[in-house]
């Protein structure tokens, strides 16, 4: 990887600082135009920096996902695998509720154009595949559930509760319903 010049490294902080401030204000979806209008650049250089938005969306995001990530690494080795899976997807479900943009930026990278290793949704698959093999050995996860199902059902559950006063609490209800599932247990 070449070295940057100063400047181009000092636009890239500055860049990423605005495009933090406006994705949380506007969305995944605020302005590339506004974002380097406010950081006192041309477009250009938000696309030399950032060759596509989600390649924005995912520099954003990257401390908070691989915090998750070593969040789920910690988690592994317990001796509970279900607690491990649960507090982990319960971590995962409250920071997709509550960053604005992270929920959208995961079901844009859902497509067959995501598959590239440094997306938000590829670091999470990786970090949660292996407590979730663990809790299906275990035969805490119903067999066929993936972590791919999992993150899915976390971002709908997220979108679902964007505009909920407490977005974090609902989401937190609502994963710990599909958990315990929606009807009671027959005997």
């Not at 279900?82 to 971590?91: Q, T």
């Not at 844009?108 to 979730?132: I, K, M, N, S």
Request: hydrophobic content about 45%; proline content about 4%.
């Amino acid at each position: 990887m070449p070295v940057q010049r100063a400047d181009a490294r000092r636009n890239y902080v500055r860049l990423l600082a605005v495009a933090e401030e406006a994705i949380a204000e506007h969305g995944a979806d605020a302005s590339l135009e506004q974002i380097a209008r406010t950081a006192g650049v041309g477009s250009g250089t938000v696309r030399r920096h950032f060759p596509s938005r989600q390649a924005l969306l995912e520099a954003v995001f990257r401390e908070r996902i691989e915090t998750l990530c070593a969040h789920a690494r910690d988690l592994t080795g317990g001796t509970d695998s279900r607690a491990a899976l649960l507090e982990w997807l319960s971590a995962v479900t409250a920071d997709v509720a509550t960053i604005r943009g992270l929920a959208i930026a995961l079901t844009r990278e859902a497509g067959p154009d995501a598959a590239h290793e440094h997306c938000c949704t590829a670091q999470l698959t990786e970090a949660g595949e292996p407590l979730v093999r663990r809790a299906a050995r275990d035969g805490a996860l119903a067999p066929g559930v993936t972590i791919a199902d999992l993150l899915t059902l976390i971002t709908g559950i997220a979108l679902a509760t964007e505009h909920h006063p407490d977005p974090a609490a609902e989401a937190g209800r609502l994963l710990g319903l599909a958990v315990a599932g929606v009807s009671p247990h027959q005997k």
